[in-house]
């Protein structure tokens, strides 16, 4: 017998690793996590940028424009395929990889794709502001809660916190590096 996906109950399909992609630090060093795991098992990767209207999908159903949406996921496709530039500065060639723009909700859009038992999700482990994460739900959260697959969530690269940092220590008018010892 054979399901709605055309494969036999006895066989398994093959497992992709799924990978978030927003263009920010952490997304990257997913990225490249996933890169790694790809090579050592040899799974596709399949990037996944999701994005939503400007004020959100209940905006846009107030004020549909068809040509406005069509622009929104252009820049959403520019933004993923510059995000897998600066990555690698191009396809990585001994790598599978897929690239797909999805609109919705990041948390929800990467568990519908990553729908597979064999499949590996993995996103950036973003970590911010008590009050960021109050008006924005986490992404990793809602895939850890919700995924019917592995999730591998990587954690922000010591660059970033180093940025952060810094960016806290301009922000408060303070030296960025430490006064000299007499």
Do not use: N
């Not at 054979?2 to 093959?14: I, M």
């Not at 520019?78 to 723009?101: C, I, M, T, Y």
Request: aromatic share 2%; net charge positive; hydrophobic share 40%.
């Amino acid at each position: 017998m054979t399901d709605l996906d055309g494969v036999g109950r006895g066989e398994q399909r093959p497992g992709r690793i799924v990978v978030g992609v927003s263009g920010s630090l952490g997304s990257l060093a997913a990225l490249h996590r996933a890169v790694a795991e790809s090579r050592r098992t040899g799974s596709e990767v399949m990037a996944v940028l999701a994005w939503i209207p400007p004020g959100g999908e209940h905006g846009y159903r107030l004020a549909p424009c068809p040509p406005l949406l069509a622009t929104w996921e252009e820049a959403a496709a520019v933004r993923l395929k510059e995000a897998l530039g600066e990555a690698f500065g191009g396809a990585p060639a001994d790598v599978r990889l897929s690239a797909q723009v999805i609109r919705g909700d990041s948390g929800p859009a990467l568990v519908h794709t990553a729908d597979r038992a064999a499949d590996l999700l993995v996103v950036g482990a973003g970590g911010g502001s008590l009050l960021r994460r109050g008006l924005r739900p986490s992404v990793t959260a809602h895939c850890v809660k919700h995924a019917a697959c592995p999730v591998l969530a990587v954690p922000r690269p010591p660059l970033h916190r180093e940025l952060a940092a810094i960016h806290r220590r301009t922000v408060w008018h303070l030296p960025t590096t430490p006064a000299p010892s007499r």
